[in-house]
């Protein structure tokens, strides 16, 4: 499986399309009648503010040459209420618009998380695991301001554009058509532009993807960096990282700031147009009154123009992150539900494997025609060297990855027609690397089972003889741990760990080395419980300690991806073997010593 | 505010030159912007008006070129306030970055991953934001406010004076504004790392979470932050429809001054028509600065929430610092001493009065139940943490008197929690030796135990490898994580449980091999197994933070204590048979 690191940008080929755009608009539909109402609201506004140029203009042309005081105050208190009248547009658009923005970026965050939580281990494998992150939180508030912002003054200096339009054909229909020759201009521009701002920008976003894995990663992975001294590559590393970053931010922006000058270009000459022939028609149908007033409206003319092409250049910006964003929504998780998936009813927990083929890569075997029968109940053990596929075994009972090739069945059903959930639920495993949630140690163990009551938990604790060292913590249950797991030792991480999978009340549970970090004092003790723990339950144990493997109901020897030996105790060293060799020479050694 | 504001600035301050040339065209530009409308009032006076028509070319004409000076002044400006926000930020984050290498084992024990990020990210992008754009349109708008109210001061001095009047006002509710929406933001900040927190732990923790199917749960605790996240950013938003909409308002009320004491003066025949029209072009620059001040003390205020939580987290001082008395050392010999070694974790002991020697080249084992205090040991020769009683020596001189890198660079630990980074295999074990060679790691490997799995895998020593070695087993991570400190060849090595996932085959064999690399260095192991530790010079026994036992293997067992019960158990009897290797490598040992 390809894998990335920080400094490899992910490729992504797509055409710039509207069609990430027509994704993003499915998240504004649910607030469709607010946009409408708040389009009309800012309609009010804009119309209230146009009132302006024409009051002044009024004024200047009969008002004031007529001296009418009393008409002055009027129109000025005209202004007031269109004034006052925009004000509370405004609010309402204020609030409108965060309103809908902040629902469709939590929408949209959501929706990616919720996606991420069925994706498979390959996927979190094969990525830093900051690139993820920026994701769900950075490049979706990115789109915050495209959201919230953007869209509603679009619409609203759309609806304003056609406006002050309304009132230029009003004054004089040759002189606003004059004022249009702009726009096959600027869209001539804009055309020119667009294409390296897209290219520019998806640079940006790769970069930033991987600034941030790499500090990530080296937060994550700090002790290391101090125990090796490694600060000064790393921070030449990070300086690389960096500095690619601010370049391609620099080379994004030097593109997307040439649409601003060429509007204001486009602008006056135009303007400049309209005076000229404006002047010329002057008693010829155009009164002086009516182009002042003319003129000013092209100034508020170019206006929604320059911000219609700022919002142009957001979603250019925008789609940089929305395809990245869109492309972790249409990851396929490879272990999925099948659609005729069914819940998986209470198992008993009879586990088989039918010639059970595995690889993670193509054309990989990690293991070879598995078959295996356990019955409900019985305790299975399973030895050999570090590599040999003893953790693949018991992953792909989980469901982590689902088989190659082959079947496994639990209770007789295939486990890939079961829904993932129902499967999982069932089982208690405890992971090789045991993994520490911030919050508390009873939070940690509850894990297992969210509804158990403070006393379970305890007493899973207690089964799993963690309750010694955590009730010996000035704060008990109550102390917070991190991630990190910190003043935690590995081996308490793993009781933790284990009284989490304890908790869960497994019919089938997996234990991958649960003890390896673990004194041998502590093991014996959890040794003698353990009977009464795997009671009623199957039970997969893998270990390089031995201790409890004799105890199992069978014991797997496991040797390059398959079975070379199986059978209780008694039974494989009655087969001379492998397993019997290594009872021989403890034979022998005991005797020497 | 003013605190943040001269943080930033001392980053800034670099790149003066830049800015101030930055800020003088935004000056040039904000003359130019009068202009426009001087010769567009002209055009109406003396051409419309006025019916001289030859000078519409001139005016038009200047009209053309201003602009387009002023296009590409500003926009030439615009690239070098990116340039010297670009910059500034560069440096804070090499700055954090640095700061985060620095900061001890303490530090990150009490920090989540996704707070941190959170400051190098999401916050940087408010400082980003704020030096980029803040800055210069606060100028901008305060020299084109400074200049429309010159201008018109100019031109009719009572008319400027009528329309100023409303101007307190307009500061009375800005000032109301920046006060009430500061908190909002830090309240913003604050949920954003915490928001940031979830999502990453569950991406790290993600194998627990599909191992427990709470993908439920999970999304329920995130949707409570994300929910929280946007209920903070509404709060926010709350401020702003009070107050943004006054100060707009009032804004506006501008033109209608001037419309009506504009009117009245022209009436009154004080002011020309031409003067009124030319405040009347002027209205934007006094009108819009005004509507903009909410604006920008919200971004000033978003600014100074996110500068306070970078500057705190640039401020945070390593307990542990370098206070060298700088000895110059080549080579460390390897003599470690612990003197009365007594180490608290806030207010809990971990370890107490510890005392022993080791000589140059000794191999010292460490057993004792999870939890005794055995890494907190060897972190403290390492110095990740310090001692808080007692010295501990190398080569004869406190820890803490070495230059903390050279001491580290001396040693090369194995942790018990193996971090590996999403690199290739190569590039994992060459961590502390980026320069080696591929025989050297290759060696390494080899040593370790490592390099026939690696050479099995279809891109060997190129495969890379995620976070944590995700993909790899317990065991191949502990190899690879044990090469890399063979490549490191230190003067003392120290192995944190390094072989417990390893199968007793592996593990004797990598005994052997580093028998003879050790040679003059001196060893810790930690250990559970007595088969790691039984050939060591000197075995310490702990527990609860002490040392209760002490001695080479024989003398041990001989003592009959607690050694001897943990071997015991170990090797058990014949029929209760624990670790068939084990038990014959221990005894054929004895």
């Not at chain 1, 917070?480 to 590995?490: F, K, P």
């Not at chain 1, 199957?538 to 004799?550: C, D, K, N, V």
Request: hydrophobic fraction near 45%; aromatic fraction near 10%.
């Amino acid at each position: 499986m390809a894998r990335n690191k920080f400094d490899v940008d992910e490729e992504l080929e797509s055409p710039f399309s509207f069609i990430q755009l027509k994704r993003l608009m499915v998240y504004l539909k649910p607030y469709k009648k607010k946009i409408l109402f708040t389009v009309f609201i800012m309609l009010i506004a804009s119309g209230a503010n146009l009132i302006g140029p024409y009051l002044i203009s009024r004024a200047i042309d009969e008002e004031i040459p007529g001296k009418d005081i009393g008409g002055l105050m009027v129109l000025a208190g005209v202004y007031l209420i269109a004034i006052i009248i925009t004000g509370i547009c405004m609010k309402y658009k204020i609030r409108m618009m965060s309103q809908i923005g902040q629902s469709v970026i939590v929408q949209i965050r959501k929706d990616l998380f919720t996606h991420l939580q069925k994706l498979s281990f390959t996927f979190y494998d094969s990525r830093p695991h900051g690139k993820i992150l920026v994701r769900v939180v950075n490049y979706v508030n990115s789109l915050s301001d495209l959201l919230s912002n953007g869209l509603i003054n679009l619409i609203t200096d759309l609806f304003s554009l056609l406006v002050i339009l309304g009132f230029m054909f009003a004054i004089d229909v040759k002189l606003t058509l004059m004022a249009m020759i702009g726009f096959p201009i600027l869209a001539a521009v804009i055309l020119l532009i667009k294409n390296a701002q897209r290219k520019a920008w998806q640079m940006l976003s790769n970069k930033q993807s991987n600034m941030n894995a790499y500090i990530h990663e080296s937060i994550n992975g700090i002790k290391v960096t101090q125990a090796f001294t490694r600060e000064e590559e790393n921070k030449r590393i990070f300086s690389e990282v960096s500095d690619s970053y601010r370049s391609s931010w620099m080379r994004a922006v030097k593109i997307q700031f040439l649409l601003w000058p060429s509007i204001e270009n486009i602008s006056v000459l135009t303007t400049s147009l309209i005076y000229v022939v404006g002047i010329s028609l002057i008693g010829d149908g155009v009164t002086v009154g009516a182009l002042v007033a003319f003129v000013g409206y092209i100034g508020m003319f170019w206006a929604p123009i320059a911000n219609i092409g700022n919002f142009y250049n957001a979603i250019i910006n925008a789609t940089a992150y929305l395809e990245r964003i869109f492309e972790m929504i249409d990851e396929k998780p490879t272990v999925k539900d099948l659609p005729i998936a069914s819940e998986l009813p209470l198992i008993k927990g009879k586990v088989e494997f039918k010639d059970v083929t595995f690889g993670y890569e193509e054309g990989e075997k990690i293991l070879k025609n598995i078959n295996l029968s356990v019955n409900s109940g019985e305790t299975i053990a399973l030895v050999g060297a570090t590599g040999s596929g003893k953790t693949t075994i018991v992953s792909l009972l989980s469901r982590f990855y689902d088989v190659s090739s082959g079947r496994i069945e639990i209770d007789g059903v295939d486990i890939q027609s079961a829904t993932i959930a129902s499967l999982r639920k069932q089982m208690g495993v405890m992971l090789q690397d045991p993994f520490i949630f911030s919050g508390t140690i009873m939070d940690n163990i509850r894990y297992g089972r969210l509804d158990a009551t403070d006393e379970e938990v305890i007493e899973a604790a207690k089964a799993v003889q963690a309750h010694p060292f955590i009730s010996g913590l000035s704060e008990g249950y109550k102390t917070e741990v991190n991630e990190r797991g910190t003043r935690l030792s590995t081996g308490q991480r793993q009781l933790i760990s284990f009284a989490r999978a304890l908790l869960a009340d497994p019919k089938i549970l997996i234990l991958d080395e649960a003890t390896s970090s673990i004194d041998t004092e502590t093991e014996l003790a959890l040794q003698k419980g353990l009977e009464t723990l795997l009671a009623g339950r199957t039970s997969f144990i893998i270990a390089h300690r031995l201790s409890t493997i004799q105890n199992a109901n069978r014991i797997l020897v496991i040797d390059k991806g398959r079975i070379i030996e199986e059978g209780s105790h008694k039974e494989l060293i009655g087969q001379k073997s492998y397993y019997w060799k290594l009872h021989q020479s403890q034979h022998q050694s005991l005797d020497v010593g | 505010m003013m605190q943040s504001i001269r943080w930033v600035w001392g980053y800034i301050r670099n790149f003066r030159i830049r800015l101030f040339s930055g800020l003088f065209l935004a000056l040039v530009v904000s003359v130019l912007n009068m202009l426009n409308p001087y010769f567009a009032g002209k055009i109406v006076d003396k051409v419309i008006y006025g019916q001289e028509n030859e000078l519409l070319w001139i005016f038009l004409g200047s009209m053309i070129g201003v602009t387009v000076i002023k296009t590409i002044v500003r926009y030439n400006y615009q690239i070098m306030f990116e340039r010297v926000s670009q910059s500034v930020i560069f440096n804070i984050r090499e700055k954090l970055y640095d700061t985060l290498n620095k900061l001890d084992f303490r530090f990150f024990d009490q920090t989540k991953t996704g707070d941190i990020m959170a400051r190098m990210t999401g916050d940087m992008e408010a400082v980003r934001h704020f030096t980029a754009w803040t800055i210069y349109m606060i100028f901008e708008n305060i020299t084109i406010l400074l200049f429309a109210i010159g201008f018109m001061f100019y031109i009719h001095p009572p008319l400027a004076l009528a329309m100023l009047a409303v101007t307190p006002i307009i500061g009375f509710f800005a000032m109301r504004l920046s006060f009430t929406v500061k908190p909002t933001f830090s309240a913003i900040r604050g949920q954003f790392a915490r928001l940031n927190s979830v999502v990453q732990e569950n991406i790290s923790g993600n194998r627990v979470v599909k191992a427990f199917a709470k993908e439920g749960y999970e999304i329920e605790k995130f949707s409570k932050e994300n929910e929280a996240f946007k209920e903070k950013n509404l709060d926010s938003s709350r401020v702003w429809e009070k107050y943004l909409p006054i100060l707009d308002s009032l804004a506006g009320v501008l033109t209608v001054v001037m419309i009506v004491v504009g009117g009245y003066m022209v009436i009154n025949q004080s002011l020309t028509m031409g003067e009124l029209v030319t405040f009347n072009s002027l209205i934007w620059a006094l009108n819009n600065p005004m509507r903009m001040a909410g604006w920008l003390l919200n971004d000033v205020q978003r600014f100074v929430a996110s500068a306070e939580k970078v500057e705190e987290l640039l401020n945070t001082e390593p307990e542990i610092k370098n206070e060298t008395k700088s000895y110059n050392v080549k080579h460390f010999k390897g003599v470690v001493e612990f003197d009365q070694v007594s180490f608290s974790y806030g207010d809990e002991q971990v370890l107490n009065d510890i005392n022993f020697k080791v000589r140059q080249g000794q191999t010292v084992g460490i057993v004792g139940p999870t939890g005794a205090g055995k890494s907190t040991l060897v972190n403290l020769l390492s110095r990740f943490y310090d001692a808080s009683e007692g010295e501990v020596r190398l080569d004869g001189l406190n820890v803490r008197d070495w230059d903390i890198h050279k001491l580290r660079n001396s040693m090369a630990t194995v942790m018990q929690d193996i971090f590996l980074f999403s690199d290739t295999i190569e590039g994992n074990i060459a961590y502390g030796n980026p320069n080696a060679s591929f025989q050297a790691v290759q060696a390494a490997a080899k040593m370790a135990e490592a390099d026939d799995f690696i050479s099995k895998l279809p891109e060997g020593y190129d495969t890379i490898i995620g976070e944590r070695g995700v993909g790899l087993s317990g065991g191949q991570r502990q190899r690879i994580a044990l090469a890399r400190a063979i490549l490191k060849n230190p003067s003392i090595l120290i192995l944190d449980d390094t072989t417990s996932a390893l199968d007793m085959e592996t593990e004797l064999r990598i005994q052997r091999t580093l028998k003879s690399f050790l040679n003059e260095k001196t060893c810790f192991i930690i250990a559970h197994r007595i088969s790691s530790v039984k050939d060591a010079d000197l075995i310490l026994v702990m527990e609860n933070g002490t040392i209760i036992e002490r001695g080479n293997h024989k003398e041990l067992l001989a003592k009959k204590g607690n050694y001897y019960k943990v071997f015991k158990n170990q090797v058990g009897n014949f029929d209760g048979v624990h670790d068939f290797e084990e038990v014959n490598y221990l005894n054929g040992a004895q």
